[in-house]
């Protein structure tokens, strides 16, 4: 199994900045991406950003330009650095771990952006 933590969500005002971190233990070695995804009220959770073991990025159109995704293998860590933040980037972030036979959710971490 592989656990997951995220952190460093919280409250900022529109055009702030925010950087989440998810923090994975466990049989990391059978973790091939990560990703971000997020679920605000009343809407399914969907998909933010992904990296890959190698390094490949793939983002939404809603968040490319603003949010980075990167990654500390050392640390076993992603982060999701997020720039000039919107009203309706407002939601509950969730890190995933996609392997080869199992994918693993965090406990999500609230970023609320006010207007």
């Known amino acids: 199994q592989v656990q997951l933590v995220e952190s460093g969500g919280g409250l900022v005002q529109a055009g702030g900045s925010l950087t989440l971190s998810c923090a994975a233990s466990?049989?990391?070695?059978?973790?091939?991406?990560m990703g971000w995804y997020r679920q605000a009220p009343g809407k399914q959770r969907e998909l933010v950003a992904t990296?890959?073991?190698?390094?490949?990025?793939n983002y939404a159109d809603s968040v490319r330009g603003r949010f980075t995704i990167s990654r500390d293998n050392a640390k076993n860590t992603v982060y999701l650095q997020m720039n000039n933040l919107k009203p309706e980037d407002t939601a509950v972030y969730y890190c995933r771990s996609i392997g080869r036979l199992h994918n693993y959710w965090g406990q999500g971490t609230q970023v609320t952006v006010s207007s």
């Open positions: 466990g049989s990391i070695f059978s973790i091939n991406a």
């Open positions: 990296i890959t073991s190698g390094g490949s990025t």
